[in-house]
């Protein structure tokens, strides 16, 4: 069964560097998401990207945030310069139409120091 | 604003009693609701969905809309159910969902 797969699986980064997270979505899926969730709180939405742009955003999703598509299958979330605070499990998830299911990964889990 | 409240932040069932995770919502709109879950050391999957009107594993959830509610339902736990459980809402606008923050359910044997 085909899966959403998130690579690193942990990285552990000092405040001020730059981190990328990548995402392979599903072959056929359209639509492209990434979430967080800092320890203990609850699932928070960042990102939604649909035809290569961002449809939606949150607050969090601030200028250090951006997302790309490089390659046609590779789905990335950069943080430009770390802060403690961005510290947690980031998932990428997607899905094939508007109101189809949405598939999440296994997470990405950030520690910045 | 849109908002999911799931009150219990942990829950413990014993074996064969029934059980109810309570997830309650606030949206002015016509919200879709889900219920995902995350087993341990597993991502987190779709459990089921209001519009599907099906019963997975076992649950059920009814949208209740005079009570803005969509309380996840199993009449007898089974030890495999112990999971986190995350209850989510999508507007009829946009693409976002939004999470509570979620029951941890233990099933004693």
Redesign the interface.
Known sequence: EP??TQTPSHQVTQMGQEVILRCVPISNHL?F?W?RQILG?????LV?F?NNEI??K?EIFDDQFSVERPDGSNFTLKIRSTKLEDSAMY?C?SKQT?TG???????SRLTVL | AQRVTQPEKLLSVFKGAPVELKCNYSYSGSPEL?W?VQYSR?????LL?HISRESIKGFTADLNKGETSFHLKKPFAQEEDSAMY?CALKKMT?????????TSLTVIP
């Open positions: 899966e959403v639509y998401y979430y709180q609850k699932v928070e939405f939604s649909y449809s939606e949150s998932f998830a508007n299911e949405l598939f999440f990964g296994e997470g | 889900f995902y597993q991502r987190l999957q779709l969905r995350y946009g693409n976002q969902f939004y999470f509570g923050t979620g």
